[in-house]
Structure formats: structure tokens, C-alpha cells
């Protein structure tokens, strides 16, 4: 019977783990930066598709007519362009 000597491993070199270490430290912020990012454009899309969706061309004339209507109007001896507290 022939006898093995059974081979360990020798632990890593404590310069190497340290940079390994630090490099993928580095990836993981690398990565949460990258997300964050990705996470802010979209929010940028959704809000630029909702804010523009709104636009229509009869905005102008209906906000000059709902201005007509409550504010420049005197019929009620009312000024509506001020808002005020009523206690």
C-alpha cells in the first residue's frame, strides 16, 4: 500500500486578501452607485412622460376661461385673488 501525504493548502497571503478585500469593496459602492443612478433616470422618465402628458392645446383657453370666470369677474363684489383664512 502506498501511503499519500495528504497536501493542505497554505493560507492566502495577508497582502493579497487586503487588496481583494478592497476591490471588492469598491465594487459593491461601484454598484450601488450604478443603481441609484438607474433608479433616479427613471424616476426622471416617469415624471417627464407624466408632467408632458398633460399638455394639451386646450390648456391656454381653459385656464383663461376658469381665470375669466372666478377672478376677473365682479359679480360677487369678491376679489378671488387672495386666499385668506377664515377663523
Not at 15 to 21: D, E, H
Not at 23 to 39: N, P
Not at 51 to 71: A, L
Given at each position: 500500500?502506498?501511503?499519500?501525504?495528504?497536501?493542505?493548502?497554505?493560507?492566502?497571503?495577508p497582502?493579497?486578501?487586503?487588496?481583494?478585500?478592497d476591490?471588492?469593496?469598491?465594487?459593491?459602492?461601484?454598484?450601488?452607485?450604478?443603481?441609484?443612478?438607474?433608479?433616479y433616470?427613471f424616476?426622471?422618465?416617469?415624471?417627464?412622460?407624466?408632467?408632458?402628458?398633460?399638455?394639451?392645446?386646450?390648456?391656454?383657453?381653459?385656464?383663461?376661461?376658469?381665470?375669466?370666470?372666478?377672478?376677473?369677474?365682479?359679480?360677487?363684489?369678491?376679489?378671488?385673488?387672495?386666499?385668506?383664512?377664515?377663523?
Open positions: 500500500m502506498t501511503k499519500r501525504r495528504s497536501r493542505r493548502p497554505r493560507p492566502p497571503d497582502k493579497f486578501l487586503r487588496k481583494q478585500r476591490e471588492r469593496l469598491k465594487e459593491i459602492k461601484m454598484w450601488a452607485i450604478i443603481r441609484e443612478i438607474l433608479f433616470a424616476f426622471l422618465c416617469i415624471l417627464i412622460v407624466i408632467s408632458y402628458r398633460s399638455v394639451s392645446n386646450n390648456s391656454y383657453s381653459y385656464k383663461k376661461t376658469m381665470t375669466q370666470v372666478f377672478i376677473e369677474t365682479n359679480d360677487t363684489k369678491k376679489s378671488f385673488d387672495k386666499v385668506c383664512i377664515v377663523v
